[in-house]
């Protein structure tokens, strides 16, 4: 990096948006590598990322080659208020980086880094959309999920409890935002604005994104927030001059099927991951699928199942036998289905500790099943039951009355 490298005029608008989204990241506490700032299409890009959080801010207009990795010092030094006093001048040269103001200069070392690929989140039909003003997103994120006024005038009370998360939904024409204080022994809140809507929906998020929103919408653009109901892995913010996804959502489901798998690390137990999701986990004498399921009382379970016999004649030895198994008190159950018989139980997340334990236990119980009933699937299969015939004339009703 010895070439003199121009990265040109920044002014005070866009040194605050960048300087905002840092800010949050330091006030909650959250680990960033640094800023990386490139040139493309003409524009200066600045890209900002954390475990869960990606923000690219478009500036002004500029033209220089390569990407470089800033110290967030510089950037903060240069952006925070009344700081540089005006715009500022970045330059870098030997490895390290210099911004001028009117006020003076400071250098510090940085470094040349790839250009970073744009986080973009694909657009499909099932993502529900609200555009506003970033004063009214603001305003209604910071109603309807900010604490409340009491929370900080009681004395400490290990029973209250802050809720972790809050809910967005979006209904035709209109954005709203709800949290449930009533464990911190207060009220719930609901804020809501005017928007306009594309689909509809509602998604739980944590507590960490309504930070993103207060420090990194600013009132004076236009901004949509959007998010896909039927998969709420991500939330996207958007504005002429920002985009930025955040991982906040609160998929009850996910965090079980994370948990899982960190059991399974730890167990050291061969698995693998489907794309839909689902575990499979090869065991000495079976191999057992996990599927997680949400529920509509916003709690998952997982569901551990194995196959003990393939191909099997669903003959009347072999239904007695899994209704046999069925009624003994285990805490597996056996089922027919599409010619296999399959062994499974379920798990809710206060259980999951015990997920090694069961996953040894079903693998031991596929294998003696299978050896009680692979004689009972060869037999012969039940005759398909007879359907009756619906009579095609409508009986008259007798008459009751003289």
């Not at 250098?107 to 694909?122: E, I, K, L, N, Y």
């Not at 555009?131 to 400490?156: C, H, I, Q, R």
């Not at 409890?161 to 009533?182: A, R």
């Not at 239904?319 to 139980?345: K, M, P, Q, Y």
Request: net charge negative; aromatic share 6%.
């Amino acid at each position: 990096m010895s070439a003199k490298t121009n990265i040109g005029l920044v002014d005070t608008d866009e040194l605050t948006r960048v300087f905002d989204s840092i800010w949050m990241l330091r006030m909650e506490g959250k680990n960033t590598p640094g800023v990386v700032v490139y040139c493309e299409g003409g524009r200066r890009k600045w890209s900002i990322t954390s475990d869960k959080l990606s923000i690219l801010i478009t500036g002004d207009t500029a033209d220089f080659v390569g990407a470089y990795r800033l110290p967030l010092t510089i950037v903060a030094n240069a952006g925070r208020q009344n700081a540089a006093n005006g715009a500022v001048t970045f330059t870098i040269e030997n490895d390290t980086i210099t911004a001028e103001s009117a006020r003076g200069r400071q250098t510090v070392s940085c470094s040349s880094t790839p250009a970073p690929t744009a986080q973009r989140v694909a657009v499909n039909r099932s993502r529900a959309s609200a555009t506003l003003s970033g004063k009214d997103l603001a305003w209604t994120f910071f109603s309807g999920a900010n604490m409340p006024f009491e929370v900080l005038m009681f004395d400490d009370d290990e029973e209250r409890q802050n809720p972790d998360l809050f809910t967005i939904s979006i209904e035709k024409g209109l954005l709203m935002v709800h949290s449930d204080w009533t464990k911190a022994k207060l009220y719930p809140m609901l804020g809501g604005s005017v928007a306009k809507t594309k689909g509809r929906g509602d998604v739980q998020v944590n507590t960490d994104f309504l930070s993103v929103v207060l420090n990194c919408v600013d009132a004076d653009s236009e901004w949509t927030i959007s998010y896909d109901p039927k998969e709420p892995h991500n939330i996207v913010l958007e504005s002429d001059t920002q985009y930025i996804v955040a991982t906040m959502t609160k998929v009850p489901a996910i965090e079980l099927h994370e948990r899982a798998i960190k059991l399974l690390e730890r167990e050291k137990l061969d698995y693998q991951v489907a794309g839909n999701g689902s575990i499979g986990v090869r065991l000495d004498g079976a191999v057992v699928s996990l599927d997680f399921y949400q529920r509509e009382s916003n709690e998952p379970l997982v569901r551990l199942s194995s196959i003990v016999v393939r191909d099997a004649n669903e003959s009347a030895e072999l239904l007695r036998e899994i209704n046999a198994h069925n009624c003994s008190g285990s805490i597996t159950r056996c089922w027919f289905d599409g010619g296999t018989v399959n062994l499974g139980l379920e798990l809710l997340p206060d259980n999951l500790h015990v997920l090694p334990a069961r996953l040894r236990q079903l693998d031991s119980d596929v294998r003696r099943m299978k050896g009680v009933l692979d004689p009972f699937a060869a037999e012969a299969a039940l005759p398909p039951k007879k359907r009756r015939r619906r009579k095609t004339k409508t009986e008259k009703q007798p008459e009751v009355w003289d």
